[in-house]
């Protein structure tokens, strides 16, 4: 190599490009900024059985579940719009939502213990949010009945526009909120995998 | 936090903190790696971006990060530079050694040749080098950033090359 560097002009040996930084790194960084309380907002990419999906958190709890028809860059900077630019990827703090979510969609865990961070839902939409998660695995209600529920039974479009609106869905189960005339309803990750999801819990 | 997010969303959108790491991370560390041995420009590579993600918020949204991340790693290796030199120099060494002289080798890719070149060079050829070689930053961020004429900024670093050159063939055994 030296013979490189006595003809080569330097300023062509300092521009060279660099080996690809090592994951280990991003690790130790992730780790550090978390310590230091500048990781407002965490997230992950997760496989599933229903496709990948994107979770994220801020310190206080999940955020954002997102699925692949969204865009997960898009979501990703939505999230630092509207919750913080400081996002990571960091895996680490959404272990536990990762398999409580896959547990979920494989039919082992029917109930979701997670701290939730309801910050992106507000005012009426977060009232519906808050009554949708009492609504137990297997069972639906329709829209009248959750607007009725949430404090506001004439505001049965809010309602449901909570429900497509909600930003943890499968952990906050509007899928199980349908039309009142038995129909399926519209869904954040599409109607077929609402459909899906019904009759996963009513199997069960 | 929530009036750092306010001003966030009043100034408008920044691109989400892992976006720069991903976009900037090579070019901070080819700078780190211009001053320091392999392990120490890691923990300067760490440093540069925690510093630079707890500023972020407030950084202006039109704001040239390339630039911003640069001057803080350059700042951030002399630091840790200088603080190596104070710390005692191994007995078992040679005492006329220099006291730079790296104890983490990289290997025959002649970064170490380079490296003990580039800090052989007065500290302003060296800084203006290192941001427009490993930065790639323009001359007129260079100037702004050390404070020079951008024709100032073009001499130290022509001068600064000019002086690798003649130290590289000099070194050559």
């Given at each position: ?9 330097p ?9 690809p ?13 978390d310590?230091?309380?500048?990781l407002?907002?965490?997230y992950?990419t ?22 692949a028809l969204e865009g997960?860059?898009?979501?990703v900077?939505?999230?630092a719009?509207?919750v ?15 398999r409580?979510?896959d547990g979920?969609?494989d039919?082992?865990?029917?109930a979701f213990?997670?701290p939730?961070d ?11 949010l ?10 639906t209600?329709?829209?009248?009945v959750?607007?009725r ?6 505001a049965v ?11 943890i ?11 009142s005339?038995g ?18 819990e009513?199997?069960? | ?5 306010a ?6 959108s ?7 790491v991903?976009?900037h991370?090579?070019?901070?560390m080819?700078?780190?790696r211009?001053i320091?041995?392999p392990v120490?420009?890691?923990d ?7 510093s ?13 990060v390339r630039?911003?991340?640069?001057t803080?790693?350059?700042n951030?290796a ?21 006291l730079?002289?790296?104890q ?9 040749e380079l490296r003990a ?15 427009r ?18 024709a ?6 022509s001068?600064?090359?000019a002086r690798?050159?003649?130290r590289?063939r000099k070194d050559?055994p």
């Amino acid at each position: 190599m030296t013979e490189r560097l006595d003809d080569v002009d330097p300023a062509v040996l300092l521009d060279g490009a660099s080996a690809p930084l090592p994951s280990s790194l991003h690790e130790r960084f992730v780790a550090r900024a978390d310590d230091e309380g500048l990781l407002d907002v965490a997230y992950t990419t997760i496989d599933t059985r229903i496709g990948p999906l994107l979770l994220a958190a801020s310190p206080r709890g999940l955020l954002r579940v997102a699925f692949a028809l969204e865009g997960f860059d898009a979501v990703v900077a939505e999230l630092a719009d509207s919750v913080s630019p400081r996002v990571l990827r960091a895996p680490g703090r959404l272990d536990a939502a990762a398999r409580q979510v896959d547990g979920y969609l494989d039919g082992t865990v029917a109930a979701f213990d997670l701290p939730l961070d309801l910050q992106l839902a507000r005012g009426f939409r977060r009232d519906v949010l808050q009554h949708l998660r009492t609504i137990p695995y297997g069972r639906t209600e329709s829209y009248t009945v959750a607007a009725r529920a949430a404090g506001r039974p004439a505001a049965v479009r809010a309602a449901a526009s909570a429900c497509s609106h909600n930003p943890i869905p499968l952990v906050i189960p509007c899928h199980r909120v349908v039309r009142s005339d038995g129909s399926i309803g519209a869904y954040r990750g599409g109607a077929a995998l609402k459909r899906d999801l019904l009759e996963m819990e009513s199997a069960a | 936090m929530t009036a750092a997010r306010a001003t966030s969303a009043r100034r408008g959108s920044r691109p989400p903190f892992e976006q720069v790491v991903e976009e900037h991370g090579p070019t901070v560390m080819r700078v780190c790696r211009a001053i320091l041995d392999p392990v120490d420009a890691e923990d300067a590579w760490i440093d540069t971006f925690v510093s630079a993600m707890r500023a972020y918020p407030e950084l202006q949204p039109d704001s040239n990060v390339r630039g911003w991340l640069v001057t803080i790693a350059h700042n951030r290796a002399v630091d840790v530079l200088r603080a190596a030199r104070r710390r005692p120099v191994p007995t078992e060494r040679v005492p006329d050694q220099h006291l730079t002289t790296p104890q983490v080798t990289d290997g025959a890719d002649g970064r170490d040749e380079l490296r003990a070149a580039l800090d052989a060079l007065a500290p302003k050829q060296r800084t203006a080098v290192v941001y427009r070689h490993l930065g790639d930053l323009p001359y007129p961020e260079i100037a702004q950033a050390m404070g020079t004429s951008e024709a100032a900024a073009r001499r130290n670093v022509s001068d600064g090359i000019a002086r690798l050159r003649t130290r590289l063939r000099k070194d050559r055994p």
